[in-house]
């Protein structure tokens, strides 16, 4: 992870219904290269699932920290060329061309 670290986002002070659309306003405003901390109270693998979902392959995820009581992640906006590696570029970009 070599991504300059942009913002530190704290969540614990969130109403939980409004911390999934704050974290990934924060996540689309960085620039491919930079990166925000997230500080949370639970461990926010479903965050990371519903990321892979609206943002396939175009971020890093890694533990800082894991619980009991505290978990701090970094997650780093992936420069395009390494997001589309990761993503499993496809010849015609959306399958368009089945045969």
Aim: negative net charge.
């Amino acid at each position: 992870m070599t991504a300059t670290v942009t913002s530190t986002l704290d969540v614990r002070q969130i109403a939980p219904r409004e911390r999934h659309s704050t974290i990934f306003a924060c996540f689309d405003s960085l620039q491919p290269g930079q990166a925000m901390r997230l500080v949370n109270d639970h461990d926010p693998r479903p965050l990371r699932y519903q990321l892979d979902e609206r943002s396939p392959g175009q971020f890093e995820w890694a533990y800082l920290e894991a619980g009991p009581e505290l978990w701090r992640v970094q997650i780093d906006k992936l420069e395009a060329s390494a997001a589309k590696k990761a993503g499993g570029d496809s010849c015609c970009s959306g399958g368009a061309c089945a045969g």
